[in-house]
């Protein structure tokens, strides 16, 4: 279903549709709110935007992501991104949540007639500045595990805060964004955003002028906390290559940011991305970021899951950046290893560390128990479990030394003592002396 808007909204409204075509500027008034439902796209028609001035409940999930962008992605001009303005404390939240932002550019104009405006509209308070988001004396909102990419401003590619406005921007992905000036990925004046568990990543700043600050991140009398982020590799001429500028140490705890020794529990290590697949930016499972975060005061703000839906405290601490590593979610391992038909466990020549159950699902009840088969690089003591989706410890099938190759174990169904037989999803995780993982989906029917 295909649904155009455009002008004001006054009353309560939903957009529910596959795409909703924004052919002309639309504002929120203070006393409406608008709903967003998961899997909706919204493209925007020229050089229009969305103005809220009361309440944005924009939520998507992990597979179903609200997405924000220009109809015409070809075009230079892209959309003009998402203002919050002014927006009264007393007002109920506003939330972006699973969202993806791109295309969208901050530039002077005049999006809706005079009649319709009061006070600042559309940009028009600092007209070059914020791509996706331009944030003007707003405080109760929240940018959560959202994508922000190739996105641009003259300051602020992806967001821009101004006037004493304080969002919560958490376990977000920043890629790919561009300021002409300062700010590829945030510029924020007189504002205290908070930044917790944000990856930022090969955002640039295009002056040329390389005794120009710039940095993907700009705090001009401003004192946002960051912590627990990771900031990497963002482009700038600037001769310092700083990844922040005018950044305060005692809010800067926790991160891992490139050419900087600041402020408490910071370093400057390459995070180990996976680099591959539908999220290129989670964790390896080497990566110093894993557990190095800090919780304190930081964990009540964040969402329960994060940007890909794996818990967001998972181990024995929370990650930098916002992917939190997941190894019992973290389903990598091949789907087609070939195993022994017998139910004995059996040996052969050493390969790749691998992983699996057949049948699968598994049906006890009629006389089809299951087989747990892995294969091992080298001899060596392993541990092998199984976990519901809660975590929790259901059986040990082994925890002793075996040889290098191929091994097969049967089970009957049954969790730890002989309990009764399971039911539902399970993940089966195998761990290795030298620290390697396999881990499996299993369901028991």
Request: charged letters at 20%.
């Amino acid at each position: 279903m295909v649904v155009e808007v455009g002008g004001i909204i006054s009353d309560d409204t939903t957009w529910d549709a596959d795409l909703v075509r924004v052919v002309s500027s639309v504002e929120v008034t203070s006393d409406a709110a608008l709903t967003i439902t998961p899997g909706t796209r919204v493209e925007f028609v020229g050089f229009s935007t969305l103005i809220v001035r009361g309440r944005l409940w924009a939520a998507g999930e992990p597979d179903q992501m609200v997405v924000f962008t220009a109809e015409d992605q070809m075009s230079d001009e892209g959309w003009a991104g998402i203002e919050f303005n002014n927006v009264s404390a007393s007002n109920d939240p506003s939330l972006i949540s699973h969202c993806e932002f791109s295309y969208a550019r901050g530039l002077s104009y005049d999006p809706l007639p005079p009649e319709s405006r009061d006070d600042l509209i559309g940009g028009t308070a600092c007209p070059e500045a914020g791509g996706a988001l331009t944030i003007i004396g707003t405080s109760n909102l929240g940018i959560v595990n959202s994508i922000f990419y190739k996105n641009s401003a003259g300051f602020g590619g992806a967001i821009f805060c101004c006037y004493h406005a304080a969002p919560l921007i958490a376990g977000n992905l920043f890629i790919d964004n561009e300021a002409e000036f300062s700010g590829s990925v945030l510029y924020t004046t007189y504002s205290y955003p908070r930044l917790y568990n944000n990856t930022l990543v090969n955002n640039r700043c295009l002056h040329e002028n390389i005794f120009y600050q710039a940095a993907a991140l700009e705090s001009h009398i401003s004192k946002p906390p960051l912590i627990n982020n990771i900031i990497r590799s963002n482009f700038t001429n600037f001769y310092s290559g700083a990844q922040l500028i005018e950044n305060k140490e005692f809010y800067t705890l926790y991160n891992n940011i490139e050419l900087y020794a600041g402020g408490t529990g910071n370093i400057d290590l390459d995070a180990e991305f996976l680099l591959s697949g539908d999220h290129p930016y989670s964790l390896l499972p080497d990566s110093p970021c894993i557990d190095a975060g800090m919780e304190a005061g930081v964990v009540e703000y964040l969402p329960e899951r994060d940007l890909i839906g794996h818990l967001r405290v998972s181990g024995d601490g929370i990650d930098m950046g916002a992917y939190e590593f997941d190894a019992l979610m973290d389903i990598a391992w091949d789907d087609d290893f070939d195993a022994p038909e017998d139910g004995s466990m059996t040996s052969s020549d050493p390969g790749e560390l691998r992983l699996a159950c057949f049948p699968n699902p598994i049906i006890p009840a009629n006389g089809l128990p299951g087989r747990i088969s892995f294969a091992l690089t080298e001899a060596g003591p392993i541990t092998l479990e199984l976990f519901d989706l809660q975590g929790r410890l259901v059986k040990q099938f082994a925890d002793k030394i075996y040889p290098a190759g191929t091994h097969t174990i049967a089970w009957d169904g049954r969790g730890r003592e002989f309990s009764n037989l399971l039911r539902g999803v399970f993940i089966l995780r195998l761990e290795t002396s030298n620290g390697s993982l396999g881990v499996k989906t299993m369901v028991l029917e």
